[in-house]
């Protein structure tokens, strides 16, 4: 079974506005790491939190990590219509293999 | 530097026959995974080989097989191919044996199964 359930499962935003996406995940990790896949392409690899820590930045890009709540959240700020993609969580304990979720399908409008 | 590369990214197979897919990681990388993407079960983990040996394998069926050869490249081979094995094929490097670290992945094979 999926370990990481991501939140929405589509979302639909008009460009310069700020996209969040939500994962859920069930176990314990090491980190928690976010990806990126255009249409039928290769996932991109975006950003990686560490269980230790709670918010990371790269770019316009902004993640959080609440391991009490077991969830991780992705937020795009000033959308582009380039942002528009499939974005995955996946999470690992270390030894074990990611785990993706379904993703969430971003379609940001020029 | 060269990134993962996937060979073929297209292929379309009839049932009953097998397929073999390429992955060449990025130099240095001694770690492949491979998945399975599919529009109903998203990125399903198939197996990873780490110097040439299968460390872990998913919950799939014995007619998925891999290897790895002393180069790092892998090639993941499907028999008695079936319908539902139409999918997209992405295969990921790493550097080293921990999954915590970044993944670099190629662009897929697309295999057809018809």
């Known amino acids: 079974s999926q370990q990481g359930e991501e939140d929405p499962q589509a979302l639909s935003i008009q460009e310069g506005e700020n996209a969040t996406m939500n994962c859920s995940y069930k176990t314990s990790i090491n980190n928690l790491q976010w990806y990126r896949q255009n249409s039928g392409r290769g996932l991109v690899h975006l950003i990686l939190i560490r269980s230790n820590e709670r918010e990371k930045h790269s770019g316009r890009l902004r993640v959080t990590l609440d391991t009490s709540k077991k969830s991780s959240s992705l937020l795009i700020t000033a959308s582009r219509a380039a942002d528009t993609a499939s974005y995955f969580c996946?999470?690992?304990?270390?030894?074990?293999?990611?785990?993706f979720g379904k993703g969430t399908r971003l379609s940001v409008i020029a | 530097k060269a990134g993962v590369t996937q060979t073929p990214r297209y292929l379309i197979k009839t049932r009953g026959q097998q397929v073999t897919l390429s992955c060449s990681p990025i130099s240095g990388h001694r770690s492949v995974s491979w998945y399975q993407q599919t529009p109903g079960q998203g990125l399903q983990f198939l197996f990873e080989y780490f110097s040439e040996t299968q460390r872990n394998k998913g919950n799939f069926p014995g007619r998925f097989s891999g290897r790895q050869f002393s180069n790092s490249r892998s090639e993941m081979n499907v028999s008695t191919l079936e319908l539902g094995d139409s999918a997209l094929y992405l295969c990921?490097?790493?550097?080293?044996?921990?999954?915590?670290?970044?993944?670099?992945f190629g662009q897929g094979t697309r295999l057809t199964v018809v």
């Open positions: 990921a490097s790493r550097t080293g044996g921990r999954y915590d670290t970044e993944a670099f």
């Open positions: 996946a999470t690992s304990s270390g030894n074990t293999p990611l785990v």
